[in-house]
């Protein structure tokens, strides 16, 4: 069976031509990933996965868990991939569809983990020390991850930067027991 990431590839870029034709990725994004969002439930997932199911029946399942309409050609898309069986790729059609946005835009998503919340000025610096590092405006998400004890662990799409003081205490961890 073929990489997930390799199935769902066609779809996406599918997907963002079209949307970016109609000028309408920006719109179209947050129906996408509520339809991952849907479908990354294990219950939504199982029954979507019902061969007694009917194509129609998925779909409105679907729309009725997004609970949003939908427009038009994303609804054609649904249902082609509905038609095709390949349902369990929306939450990375959904994945690659951003990334996609995110290229043609210039951006990057920047997630931002912290122990402790931080100001608006902390994070506004933090961003801007970020900015010098990577090349792309960075679209900045934080997220309170009480278990890294302190500092902040960066991710921006494959890189992780961790300066927490978790990953500090994994390390001497690793340098005393070898």
């Given at each position: 069976m073929a990489e997930l990431s390799?199935?769902?590839?066609?779809?996406?870029?599918?997907?963002?031509?079209?949307?970016?034709?109609?000028?309408?990725?920006d719109?179209?994004?947050?129906?996408?990933?509520?339809?991952?969002?849907?479908?990354?439930?294990?219950?939504?997932a199982s029954i979507a996965a019902d061969p007694r199911l009917s194509d129609a029946q998925i779909f409105d399942l679907l729309t009725a868990v997004v609970r949003?309409?939908?427009?038009?050609?994303?609804?054609?898309?649904?249902?082609?991939?509905i038609e095709n069986d390949r349902v369990?790729?929306?939450?990375?059609?959904?994945?690659q569809f951003r990334r996609l946005k995110n290229d043609a835009d210039?951006?990057?998503?920047?997630?931002?983990?912290t122990a402790f919340?931080?100001?608006?000025?902390?994070?506004?610096?933090?961003?801007?020390?970020?900015a010098r590092k990577f090349p792309r405006r960075l679209k900045p998400q934080l997220r309170?991850?009480?278990r890294l004890i302190g500092g902040v662990r960066v991710t921006v799409g494959d890189r992780v930067l961790d300066g927490s003081v978790l990953a500090r205490l994994d390390a001497m961890r690793v340098q005393l027991t070898t």
């Open positions: 390799t199935v769902a590839r066609p779809y996406a870029e599918a997907l963002f031509s079209a949307a970016r034709s109609k000028g309408a990725a719109a179209w994004l947050p129906s996408i990933e509520a339809i991952a969002e849907a479908i990354s439930h294990p219950q939504v949003q309409t939908l427009p038009l050609e994303l609804a054609a898309f649904l249902k082609l991939v369990a790729t929306l939450l990375e059609v959904a994945s210039g951006t990057a998503d920047c997630l931002i983990e919340a931080l100001s608006d000025a902390q994070l506004k610096e933090l961003v801007a020390l970020l309170i991850e009480p």
